[in-house]
């Protein structure tokens, strides 16, 4: 059974944004916001644009990626299995720098959530809670945001690596 997977985007590089897509070898909902022309705005302003997002999915599931990061071959399938249970949300690891998993195995295993050990494309929701909480503009959004949802939704802790982020997480800069 195939499930509505929407990946929410910021669009800042153009050359970047080609390199992701190139790395989504699923069948998925892309919904993109083009930042290209806000490049040098408040660094946090990004995180409202989160809301916007997620404002315009309508089924299935949503997560998030940044332009400068990567899906991991397979690993959209490999979602879409784990969604067949239509859990309420996932929590899925990413990669930095090519080998720290974010959240660690430790924090996968024990339900954990810690600030600056997860980014906002750990969270896999679905679509009935897109209002539940909204991101702020503020430094650690993605954190706080997953925590609050976290506290209202029962969600699946997976050990899934999605995306890779070989900039290191660069927010856009």
């Avoid at 998030?64 to 397979?74: K, T, W």
């Avoid at 909204?134 to 899934?160: P, T, Y």
Wanted: aromatic share 10%.
């Amino acid at each position: 059974m195939t499930t509505v997977i929407n990946i929410l985007v910021r669009k800042s590089r153009p050359e970047l944004f080609k390199r992701l897509m190139a790395s989504i070898d699923h069948d998925v909902n892309v919904i993109v916001h083009d930042d290209t022309a806000q490049r040098n705005r408040h660094p946090y302003d990004w995180n409202l644009f989160c809301n916007d997002l997620k404002a315009q999915v309508d089924e299935g599931y949503f997560l998030y990626a940044d332009d400068d990061d990567l899906f991991v071959p397979g690993s959209l399938a490999k979602l879409d299995d784990l969604l067949n249970d239509n859990p309420d949300g996932l929590i899925v690891q990413f990669l930095r720098k090519g080998t720290v998993k974010k959240p660690t195995d430790f924090m996968i295993d024990n339900r954990m959530i810690k600030y600056g050990v997860i980014g906002g494309g750990c969270l896999v929701l679905s679509a009935k809670y897109k209002n539940i909480s909204d991101w702020r503009a503020i430094r650690g959004a993605d954190f706080f945001w997953i925590q609050e949802v976290n506290s209202m939704v029962n969600l699946k802790f997976c050990h899934l690596v999605l995306q890779i982020a070989p900039n290191n997480g660069n927010h856009g800069k």
